[in-house]
């Protein structure tokens, strides 16, 4: 059996981690912009990594024809994702 980048190194706890960073990934890059907070530049950009491994995890479940794995690795990520430009966007303008 295939072991994905979750099940070898951290478990069910990279879920939770790419749905948080999913919500608060693009609020951390819109405030990484400012000179004097350049590490939350660092911080928006890995969670947005993290949820781009995610949603790819999502796409192989798919395939796979895990629905509850296509849910928790894609379709939730990517409504949170939607969620938190929304809310970068309302922080920058």
Do not use: C
């Not at 999913?22 to 004097?36: C, D, H, K, S, T």
């Not at 907070?37 to 993290?50: D, E, K, M, N, P």
């Not at 781009?52 to 999502?58: E, H, K, L, Q, V």
Request: proline share 2%; aromatic share 10%.
């Amino acid at each position: 059996m295939s072991r994905d980048i979750y099940q070898t190194f951290i478990g069910a706890k990279g879920v939770a981690f790419a749905w948080i960073g999913a919500a608060i990934g693009p609020i951390f890059l819109v405030i990484g912009m400012a000179a004097e907070y350049r590490a939350h530049l660092a911080i928006g950009v890995v969670s947005l990594l993290l949820v781009a491994a995610s949603i790819f995890d999502g796409v192989r479940a798919l395939k796979a024809n895990s629905w509850s794995g296509v849910i928790a690795f894609a379709v939730v990520p990517i409504v949170l994702l939607v969620g938190g430009i929304v809310l970068a966007v309302m922080e920058a303008g």
